[in-house]
């Protein structure tokens, strides 16, 4: 999410992650704090991948995604001026929130924040003049939405299927 200028417009910063941890919403100072108060984005997707680590190293890659169409992730996004150039840029960043239980076999680590289908819930969280995030505190428990088809994968240059499909019910 976090870009700094330079002589071709922007550059990722040395800081940048394509996710925002949940427990750093509320933490003043922290990359998303600002943003989950005033600039929060929804990201349509077919779905996402997971990579495992073990001692650093993959352990192995999943590919998620919806059973019927598409999913919506909550995000946070920034936009950025170049004082020197005025050129304008967008970033994003998907909220991570802890892992499902559904889903700490294929990553133990984290789940992406999935919004649900619902467009009341989604305009509100679009709504720039909704500045206490406090409504939203019910979204950060992870949730799984949507049905998912997860395939576990060789590795995502490649994306070879290497084991059976498997279907994860949304969550009642």
């Not at 999410?1 to 071709?8: R, S, V």
């Not at 949730?143 to 994860?168: M, R, V």
């Amino acid at each position: 999410m976090l870009l700094e200028p330079c002589d071709t417009g922007f550059k990722p910063s040395k800081y940048t992650s394509f996710n925002t941890r949940y427990d750093k919403l509320n933490v003043k100072g922290s990359a998303g704090y600002q943003a989950y108060r005033h600039s929060r984005c929804v990201i349509p997707a077919k779905g996402f991948g997971e990579t495992e680590y073990l001692n650093n190293k993959p352990l192995h890659y999943h590919d998620l995604v919806a059973k019927d169409g598409a999913i919506l992730l909550g995000g946070l996004c920034r936009e950025w001026v170049n004082k020197d150039t005025g050129e304008t840029a967008l970033s994003c960043s998907v909220i991570t929130l802890p892992p499902h239980p559904k889903l700490i076999h294929i990553h133990s680590k984290a789940s992406p924040l999935l919004l649900p289908p619902d467009m009341n819930l989604v305009n509100r969280w679009l709504d720039e003049s909704i500045t206490d995030p406090n409504e939203f505190e019910p979204l950060l428990q992870p949730h799984i939405p949507y049905g998912l088809i997860a395939q576990q994968i060789d590795k995502p240059s490649s994306f070879k299927a290497i084991n059976e499909t498997i279907f994860i019910p949304k969550d009642l």
